[in-house]
Antibody
């Protein structure tokens, strides 16, 4: 099982960014997937979930600004981040979900929101 | 939202000792409580699932117990490689993490 995030970077407040998570080593379409973030020096913070049938759930802090999606043909998970704020600065991890357990994690993508 | 409170925030340990880390939920999460280890500059990894179920490849010195609102992660014979931050996570009502317990060397 391998999950590889990409697309992070430095972005100005109010701008947008799209993260990707490329999955391999398992049947991607059969699993729900999460995005979790970790602000510098802080703990883990769940961001969003997408089921194998593409149902979505969001944390209140990002609802209406972030969009999780998936492309099963490309074995790729996405997170569209809009209207970014300084408090969105974090490492963003994708994780595979099975029965509510996050059993495999990527290495993370760093997002810095600053002018 | 279910709030998970971990204690202590920091625990100073001596190699070889048995330790216990606590995770308390603000409401019952049944046994939908999982533990993760995060070493410095690494991604988290799953240690224990459903409160007490072991994970393949995780050393047997790690064990979990509890149900409802009170949970414990135990390490029987701490090793230097265990110096990390440990997080609990509930999956009974959406998903939330505890604030973490950092193991440091005494």
């Amino acid at each position: 099982v391998q999950l590889v995030e990409s697309g992070g970077g430095l972005v100005q407040p109010g701008k947008s960014l799209k993260l990707s998570c490329s999955a391999s080593g398992f049947t991607f379409s059969s699993y729900g997937m999460h995005w979790i973030r970790q602000a510098p020096g802080k703990g883990l913070d769940w961001v969003a979930y997408i089921s194998s049938s593409s149902g979505t759930v969001y944390a209140d802090a990002v609802k209406g600004r972030f969009t999780i999606s998936r492309d099963n043909a490309k074995n790729t998970l996405y997170l569209q981040l809009n209207s970014l704020k300084s408090e969105d600065t974090a490492i963003y991890y994708c994780a595979r979900s099975w029965g509510g357990v996050m059993d495999a994690w990527g290495q993370g993508a760093s997002v810095t929101v600053s002018s | 939202d279910v709030v998970l409170t971990q204690s202590p925030a920091t625990l100073s340990v001596t190699p070889g000792e048995r330790i216990s880390l606590s995770c308390r939920a603000s409401e019952s999460v049944d046994t939908y409580l999982h533990w993760y280890q995060q070493k410095p500059n690494e991604s988290p990894r799953l240690l224990i699932k459903y409160a007490s179920q072991s994970i393949s490849g995780i050393p047997s010195r790690f064990s979990g117990s509890g149900s409802g609102t009170d949970f414990t992660l135990s390490i029987n014979g701490v090793e230097l490689e265990d110096l990390s931050i440990y997080y609990c996570q509930q999956g009974n009502s959406l998903w939330t993490f505890g604030g973490g317990t950092k193991l440091e060397l005494k």
